[in-house]
């Protein structure tokens, strides 16, 4: 099935580790983004990418880091994880490079401890 | 700043009419959207409007005043499966998704 693949589903890490969230997608969208989803809170932006080979700050980019070495694959790091990252992750990509429908992967929830 | 505004949780009745609202203020205008997320699972995209009035797909319709800064879902002939967030997202002058908190919308028989 065509879509968004996200790893891990769900991730329980201490506080200083280093983690990757994978994100893989098959649809050949140029744009990809990885969201947070927090609580009482809209999703926040943390990075993006409109094509291979380049990537942006958005909105909560501190602590993380992206690479978009392929038009697939867009993971997302955390050097030293802190509590405050604990949170619920979404990949997403879109066909164009402005945001129209977005596609969603089903999420990481990590936690950070 | 950049401001999206709406319900936290609403209420309705199987087989009745909801209206869900949403304001917005942000830097520049690039479309409102309407996105619904079932509890645990991931956004799925429902309507993108760009001009102002009335965009009927099925039993969900959205609108959209640009001058007022504000837009509205309208659900149908509501079904326990509608229970569900719907996220309202402003696309800004950067061309970058402002999101609302959602509005948690529960469903009785």
């Known amino acids: 099935i065509a879509g968004i693949t996200q790893a891990p589903t769900s991730q329980i890490l201490a506080a200083g580790r280093r983690m990757t969230l994978r994100c893989t997608q098959d649809m050949r969208h140029n744009a990809m983004y990885w969201y947070r989803q927090d609580l009482g809170l809209g999703l926040r932006l943390i990075h993006y990418s409109n094509t291979a080979g380049t990537t942006g700050k958005g909105e909560v980019p501190d602590g993380y880091s992206v690479s978009r070495a392929n038009t697939d694959d867009f993971p997302l790091t955390l050097a030293s994880a802190v509590p405050s990252q604990t949170s619920v992750y979404f990949c997403?990509?879109?066909?164009?490079?402005?945001?129209?429908?977005?596609?969603f992967g089903e999420g990481s929830r990590l936690t950070v401890l | 700043g950049q401001n999206i505004d709406q319900p936290t949780e609403m209420t309705a009745t199987e087989g009745a009419i909801v209206q869900i609202n949403c304001t917005y203020q942000t830097s520049g205008f690039n479309g409102l959207f309407w996105y619904q997320q079932h509890a645990g699972e991931a956004p799925t995209f429902l309507s993108y409007?760009?001009l102002d009035g009335l965009e009927e797909k099925g039993r969900f319709s959205s609108f959209l005043s640009r001058s007022k800064g504000y837009s509205y879902l309208l659900l149908k002939e509501l079904q326990m499966k509608d229970s569900a967030s719907y996220l309202c997202a402003n696309m800004d002058s950067n061309y970058q998704l402002i999101w609302g908190a959602g509005t948690k919308l529960i469903i009785k028989p």
């Open positions: 997403a990509s879109s066909e164009g490079q402005a945001p129209g429908e977005l596609f």
């Open positions: 409007n760009v």
